[in-house]
């Protein structure tokens, strides 16, 4: 029995060979596979003749659509510009994107940053999250979550993927394995996470002897998906009575508010922050110091009691800008 092709566009085969060659370059390449999806979805319906990556057919791609965040048009941008450059490597004739038409700036969108205080409530709605006949163990999981992502500064894929194996409650270890840019790292947790973890090991994971179940198991056993997460995570924001709107705070923005409580626990022990990024960049799986640097720009714009000592310490990563600059 034949499965059923994953492209059906007249770039069905160039697709596959493009998907096939970023695995073998050792990328998981699964949200990338999907923006390629996308794009083969619209071909098809296009109805083009040939199966050449015209200017016409990119442009008609990649055009603003009606409500969209510019972000999401972003990937459609880069999933393009990446295919096109590798079609012309190949000795096709392609049209590549030139950079700068219709960029997106990576870092425009300005996360929430939770304050202590609304952690605080955000975990107390998590564990006042009523018991459910079908899903019994799912006011104890959540929170366990929430904590994991808030006080390791977890990406939402990793905790939902952690297995059981990865948890070293003797430790406090977790192993975090092959995230995002492939890369695996340890992450120790603080004393007092770790006791909840093996308070809640001992209530959820007893008798589990499979090393490669979740531990942190959806109602069926399996895995939890994301959107699953997120519902219960704005489900939470409503007990805890802090706002939710289009664009946040969603369950990523615990991610980023642990940088930032970092970056400020640091600025007022005095400790020498230039000297502590690559520690925290390393810690949370970044690719390399950009996406940390990001941080501090954040912090010192909405933690204004640290703002002198972050700067004095990393001036040579944010300079002062003079208004006729802009």
């Known amino acids: ?38 794009f083969d979805a619209f071909a098809t319906t296009s109805q ?15 055009a603003i659509r009606p409500g969209e965040k510019p972000s999401t048009q972003s990937h459609r941008i880069s999933t393009m510009r990446c ?10 004739d392609a ?13 425009g969108f300005v996360p929430h940053i939770f304050s202590s205080n609304e952690v605080s409530r955000l975990i107390s709605a998590a564990d006042s999250l009523p018991r459910r006949s079908n899903s019994r163990q799912r006011h104890v999981v959540i929170p366990m979550m929430f904590r994991l992502i808030y006080g390791c500064g977890l990406r939402i894929s990793e905790a939902i993927n952690l297995q059981i194996e990865n948890v070293d409650i003797n430790t406090g270890v977790i192993f975090v394995r092959a995230a995002k840019f492939n890369k695996d790292r340890y992450v120790p ?7 909840k973890c093996r308070v ?24 939890y998906c994301r959107s699953t997460v997120e519902h219960a995570f704005r489900q939470c924001l409503a ?14 923005s615990l991610r980023h508010s642990f940088a930032c409580q970092c970056l400020v626990k640091w600025s007022r022990e005095g400790k020498d922050i230039n000297a502590m990024l690559p520690y925290l960049s390393a810690y949370m799986g970044h690719e390399n110091l950009l996406g940390t640097e990001r941080y501090l720009r954040m912090t010192k714009e909405m933690f204004p009691e640290v703002r002198e000592r972050i700067s004095a310490g990393c001036s040579w990563l944010m300079p002062e800008v003079d208004r006729s600059e802009n």
């Open 239 to 252: 007990i805890a009575g802090i706002p939710h709107y289009d664009d946040g705070p969603t369950v990523h």
């Open 83 to 92: 295919f096109s450059k590798y079609l012309a490597r190949c000795g096709y």
């Open 200 to 223: 809640y090991a001992s209530a959820v994971l007893t008798g589990n002897n499979n090393a490669k179940s979740p531990f942190l198991p959806a109602p069926s056993g399996g895995f």
């Open 95 to 107: 049209y590549v994107l030139p950079y700068g038409m219709l960029s997106v700036a990576k870092y």
């Open 48 to 62: 083009i003749a040939s199966g050449t990556l015209t200017k016409e057919l990119v442009e008609a791609y990649i």
């Open 189 to 195: 947790m603080a004393l007092s996470l770790l006791e």
């Open 1 to 38: 029995m034949s499965s059923k092709p994953i492209f059906t566009s007249p770039f069905a085969r160039l697709l596959e060979q493009y998907v096939s060659h970023k695995k073998m370059c050792g990328y998981k390449f699964e949200t990338g596979e999907y923006n390629v999806r996308q």
